[in-house]
């Protein structure tokens, strides 16, 4: 096939009629002719000729401007004594009567770079007519377009003299209705237009705010109320009744109108050498035909994939709290998903007895060891400890003896197996950390013991304080370790990350995520956007071959390509909190799984949530099929990659049963142990 051929197959029948649209629309001819370099400069004139939001001497910043359209409309419009600043991450070529700056204004240099542009003038408007990378799934494209415009009010708020405008566009899609109370919290008129020159079968809408000056209108709660798909789902919250039936369609001016694309694309990127964007094919068929393998490969590892409501419920048992704890309308696909995942933690964190039982086990193990050894102490270290467990996680333990006393681990095991907690204990003394494997004999629970080892001590404290720090940390890593734990990707030995891996990566996720680190939403209310944003980070965007991790202080990445990697496979490379020598995510030579798992749980996702508000906008908004909500894997948005596996039930019921029959009576341990 000779390069013409070639190109003419790649040449899609899209991308025609892309073209052929462009060559119709008079809005373009009219760019040309006036030379805009995007039509969509007109959309910003025709708001401009309604409500007179710019005036001779005004300051104008304008973010995401490439290809610079709404700069050059703005440079026209203010006298020499105004002043417009437009920003964004791309190059924009030279604009008469406005400076230009390359960089993402959510940055703190970008920011001092604008300071020093404005020499304390203020701000009378800032403008956005950001869109986002678009994937074809309308639910995940509203929800970045209602990010983008957060963090564009986020800098606004900053930067706005009182009194001051915003100006800024959405895809429509159910949420935006919230991101209108935010707005009206803080200026004192808001108002949504669709000008002449926005294409009629677009979602889009502009939103025009004025009079800056109001403040916050707090919660019952007393947190501010945050909004795209990140908001308060506080049940007092009174809900708009406001609908949309559009169909959903690709931003009207294509990615800016000439191929460029928005200041978004690379949020997370934080040093200017490193690259976080690897090179993804996102064309729906390419999508389309991974999802279908990768949902192929969980049904074939499932437990059971019979449609049984019965043995549905089994798998997904976590549906039975949603169907108590139902939402207001109007519902939307982002708010059934932050309502699933709370109950998906609440159903998979452990229950009054499971913890009574763990504790038990400890107080067993520790009355052995110090009735052989009073001068021992036993402590509890890693998950248990810092409460970042499942039902069915290991016991990690550390005995610790004076410097005089010298213990073998056969005869610490010896002594565990005489009181009946174990039968036939591994005792691994040649590993780089000793330690004694078993399984209690009551509850089937799994213990690790080490001797005198306070590294895990001391991490178990580190994960302590950094779950007080980021709110949104424990649910997150909860659900990634059962993930995990479900790929079997959830233990070092075997290539995959381990809890205190697991809980930095979430850790820098929440320090470089823009509006968790602005303080601008609550994590806790948005919880399932951030679960979404988290997979598509390490899933897509993440370069494993180059960037590194420190969660230390506000959180950082780092250049890696220099460090080789294992067997010649890229890993996650994290600095430990505690000493950055020591990389703890070296020895995860299977991190390049890790990857896939997340790619393919944020494709199910975005697929599943686009299915399911598909059907709550065919039903306005109010309500499911009843065969959806009559089966509880169709209804769940989760359901498409993660279930609960038959050893987690086992465990679970295991553990009642023990507790039921009260399993430990004659033991001697229980008479110095309460279990009211």
């Known amino acids: 096939?000779?390069?013409?051929?070639?190109?003419?197959?790649?040449?899609?029948?899209?991308?025609?009629?892309?073209?052929?649209?462009?060559?119709?629309?008079?809005?373009?001819?009219?760019?040309?002719?006036?030379?805009?370099?995007?039509?969509s400069a007109f959309k910003l004139i025709q708001i401009n000729e309604k409500y007179r939001i710019i005036q001779r001497n005004d300051v104008i910043i304008d973010c995401g401007a490439a290809p610079g359209g709404w700069t050059q409309v703005a440079a026209e419009k203010v006298t020499k004594k105004g002043l417009v600043i437009g920003v964004d991450l791309l190059h924009v070529d030279p604009?008469?009567?406005?400076?230009?700056?390359?960089?993402?204004?959510?940055?703190?240099?970008?920011?001092?770079?604008?300071?020093?542009?404005?020499?304390?003038?203020?701000?009378?408007?800032?403008?956005?007519?950001?869109?986002?990378?678009?994937?074809?799934?309308?639910?995940?494209?509203?929800?970045?377009?209602?990010?983008?415009?957060?963090?564009?009010?986020?800098?606004?708020?900053?930067?706005?003299?009182?009194?001051?405008?915003?100006?800024?566009?959405?895809?429509?899609?159910?949420?935006?209705?919230?991101?209108?109370?935010r707005l009206q919290a803080i200026f004192v008129k808001v108002k949504t237009e669709k000008p002449d020159a926005s294409r009629k079968q677009s979602t889009e809408v502009l939103v025009m705010a004025r009079g800056k000056g109001k403040k916050y209108a707090k919660s019952k709660k007393g947190s501010y109320k945050r909004d795209h798909s990140y908001i308060d789902f506080s049940e007092n919250e009174e809900d708009d009744n406001v609908r949309y039936n559009q169909r959903p369609e690709d931003d009207e001016d294509g990615p800016q109108s000439d191929g460029s694309r928005s200041d978004s694309d690379n949020e997370h990127k934080e040093e200017d050498f490193i690259s976080l964007n690897t090179e993804v094919d996102t064309r729906s068929r390419q999508q389309r035909r991974s999802e279908k393998r990768a949902e192929l490969k969980r049904k074939r590892s499932d437990d059971s994939d019979s449609d049984d409501n019965e043995e549905t419920l089994l798998c997904y048992p976590w549906m039975e709290l949603m169907e108590s704890n139902r939402l207001k309308q109007p519902l939307s696909a982002i708010r059934l998903l932050q309502r699933e995942v709370a109950c998906f933690v609440q159903y998979v964190e452990p229950t009054e007895i499971e913890i009574k039982l763990r504790n038990y086990l400890v107080h067993r193990i520790r009355t052995t060891v110090q009735?052989?050894?009073?001068?021992?102490?036993?402590?509890?270290?890693?998950?248990?400890?810092?409460?970042?467990?499942?039902?069915?996680?290991?016991?990690?333990?550390?005995?610790?003896?004076?410097?005089?006393?010298?213990?073998?681990?056969?005869?610490?095991?010896?002594?565990?197996?005489?009181?009946?907690?174990?039968?036939?204990?591994?005792?691994?003394?040649?590993?780089?950390?000793?330690?004694?494997?078993?399984?209690?004999?009551?509850?089937?629970l799994k213990v690790d013991i080490v001797l005198n080892s306070t590294s895990g001590l001391d991490s178990a404290e580190e994960i302590n304080n950094l779950l007080v720090r980021y709110p949104g940390l424990r649910p997150i890593s909860l659900i990634v370790k059962h993930l995990l734990a479900l790929r079997a990707l959830n233990e070092v030995f075997t290539g995959g990350l381990g809890g205190y891996a697991i809980v930095c990566l979430v850790v820098s996720f929440l320090q470089m995520h823009p509006k968790v680190a602005s303080g601008s939403i609550d994590p806790m209310q948005n919880i399932g956007v951030l679960l979404l944003d988290f997979f598509q980070l390490y899933g897509l965007n993440f370069n494993l071959n180059e960037t590194g991790l420190d969660v230390n202080g506000k959180g950082s990445y780092y250049d890696k390509s220099h460090i080789t990697c294992r067997n010649g496979k890229a890993v996650f490379s994290i600095k430990d909190p505690l000493d950055p020598s020591n990389d703890i995510g070296m020895k995860s030579y299977n991190s390049y799984m890790v990857v896939r798992t997340f790619k393919f749980a944020y494709l199910s996702m975005t697929q599943k949530?686009?299915?399911?508000?598909?059907?709550?906008r065919r039903n306005r908004y109010k309500k499911l099929d009843a065969d959806t909500l009559d089966n509880p894997k169709k209804a769940s948005i989760l359901s498409s990659f993660l279930h609960i596996s038959t050893d987690f039930m086992k465990q679970r019921q295991l553990m009642n049963d023990v507790y039921a029959e009260k399993k430990w009576i004659g033991q001697t341990a229980a008479d110095s142990f309460s279990f009211d």
Request: charged content about 20%; hydrophobic content about 40%.
């Open 1 to 39: 096939m000779n390069a013409l051929a070639s190109f003419k197959r790649l040449y899609s029948t899209s991308s025609k009629k892309w073209i052929s649209r462009q060559a119709r629309d008079p809005y373009c001819k009219l760019a040309k002719a006036n030379q805009y370099r995007a039509r």
């Open 95 to 181: 604009i008469p009567n406005a400076h230009l700056i390359k960089g993402n204004f959510m940055q703190l240099k970008t920011q001092d770079a604008v300071h020093d542009i404005l020499q304390g003038r203020s701000v009378d408007l800032v403008c956005s007519d950001m869109a986002p990378s678009f994937s074809g799934n309308h639910t995940a494209d509203h929800a970045r377009s209602m990010e983008l415009c957060e963090s564009a009010l986020a800098f606004a708020e900053k930067v706005l003299s009182p009194g001051g405008s915003f100006v800024a566009k959405f895809l429509m899609g159910g949420t935006e209705h919230e991101f209108r109370k």
């Open 371 to 444: 009735a052989k050894w009073p001068d021992a102490t036993v402590s509890v270290f890693g998950s248990f400890s810092t409460t970042l467990y499942l039902p069915n996680s290991d016991i990690d333990l550390v005995v610790q003896f004076p410097p005089s006393t010298q213990i073998r681990l056969q005869k610490l095991a010896n002594a565990l197996t005489a009181d009946r907690i174990c039968h036939e204990p591994q005792v691994i003394e040649h590993a780089s950390v000793p330690v004694i494997k078993f399984a209690d004999t009551m509850t089937n």
């Open 609 to 616: 949530a686009f299915s399911i508000e598909t059907e709550l």
